[in-house]
């Protein structure tokens, strides 16, 4: 099969390997891991913060549930275009995008965390007299820990996602940008050595997450384990 199809691993991983060597995938690397952490780093505040509100708030939720919903709905790729046109070809455009895609899972995994809080352990706290704060930075954030996690962990993927499509609609840098330049040239093997390095990136921001659910949270997530 022609390589401009398929090309074989033996073209692919040599490209690969010289393109990180000389130092020519560093710039675009270094661009969407920019994009990916800014965004990942918006839409996560706001997911976990909106999602406390919603869930504290009975009211909140019949209020603001349409607007979200209705974000979410359309498709990135569709406003991609307009944020572009709006913010400009730099990395604010990506930026908005990406935290845009990542606000949902966070949004959801908070909400529904900080609501499934053990009512036992609620009506403890109500005994002991512990205000409303207390009660949701010692009680319902912790036990709800695990869940919000699992929500970082789909908004991670996501957020790589999110910063690629932003540079598929107008970018210069970036690893979508190179997608695209690789297409425009027939470089197939260019391409798919792009989709390795992006894969390879979406498995170490995974693995991140990972390392800091069983390290810094554990202490959460395993408490009376071993008593």
Not at 32 to 47: N, Q
Not at 175 to 180: E, K, R, T, V
Not at 200 to 216: I, K, P, Q
Request: a positive charge.
């Amino acid at each position: 099969m022609s390589e401009l199809v398929l090309p074989t691993p033996s073209v692919v991983f040599p490209l690969l390997w010289s393109g990180l060597i000389s130092g020519y995938f560093t710039p675009h690397i270094i661009q969407t891991s920019l994009e990916v952490v800014a965004g990942l780093l918006i839409g996560s505040i706001f997911g976990v913060v909106m999602g406390i509100l919603m869930a504290e708030f009975k009211w909140l939720p019949s209020l603001l549930s349409p607007y979200i919903i209705a974000s979410q709905a359309v498709p990135k790729l569709a406003l991609a275009p307009l944020f572009v046109l709006w913010f400009g070809f730099g990395m604010t455009s990506k930026i908005i995008i990406t935290a845009l895609i990542c606000f949902f899972p966070l949004l959801e995994s908070t909400m529904t965390a900080i609501k499934q809080t053990n009512k036992e352990k609620q009506n403890l706290f109500r005994v002991l007299q512990a205000s409303r704060w207390e009660t949701l930075i010692h009680l319902k954030i912790p036990e709800g820990l695990p869940s919000m996690m699992s929500g970082l962990r789909v908004a991670v993927i996501l957020a790589l996602v999110g910063a690629v499509v932003g540079e598929f609609i107008g970018a210069n840098k970036g690893l979508g940008a190179l997608i695209i330049a690789s297409q425009g040239m027939m470089d197939t093997p260019l391409m798919f050595a792009v989709l390795i390095l992006l894969t390879l990136f979406g498995m170490v921001l995974y693995g991140l997450v990972n390392l800091v659910e069983n390290l810094l949270l554990k202490k959460y997530f395993y408490r009376g384990e071993g008593k």
